[in-house]
């Protein structure tokens, strides 16, 4: 059964860091093109940072708004995905999944784990 647990956010101040960390369960992470979403209220999802699979390379990819702040990588350990946040900005505000691109499904519907919330503020 698929899992995805994302965790690693929090309240930080404009200019600060994080780093973000997403565990999977019932899926290779290796195999796939992961990637990075952000959600912000009454919005789809945004994909904000991307890395192809093994095979693949794992090349990455980032929204513009983000690049040059921040950095997804794969883990030692498997199925685990980070993304390291730096130099955030108030606009970097919203919930963060992490999930294959395109994403998982779980029958008829998109799977996504509970997120993990980022709030940039002074």
């Known amino acids: 059964q698929l899992q995805l647990v994302e965790s690693g956010g929090g309240l930080v101040q404009p200019g600060g860091s994080l780093r973000l960390s997403c565990v999977g369960r019932?899926?290779?992470?290796?195999?796939?093109?992961m990637a990075w979403y952000r959600q912000t209220p009454g919005k789809e999802r945004v994909l904000v940072a991307k890395?192809?699979?093994?095979?693949?390379?794992?090349?990455?990819n980032y929204e513009q708004s983000v690049k040059g702040r921040f950095t997804i990588s794969r883990d030692n350990v498997p199925n685990t995905l980070s993304l390291r946040m730096n130099n955030l900005q108030p606009e970097d505000t919203g919930v963060y999944y992490c999930?294959?691109?395109?994403?998982?499904?779980?029958?008829?519907?998109?799977?996504w784990g509970q997120g993990t919330q980022v709030t940039v503020s002074s």
């Open positions: 999930n294959k691109d395109p994403p998982w499904t779980d029958g008829p519907r998109e799977y």
């Open positions: 890395i192809a699979d093994i095979r693949s390379g794992e090349n990455v």
């Open positions: 019932g899926r290779m992470f290796s195999l796939n093109d």
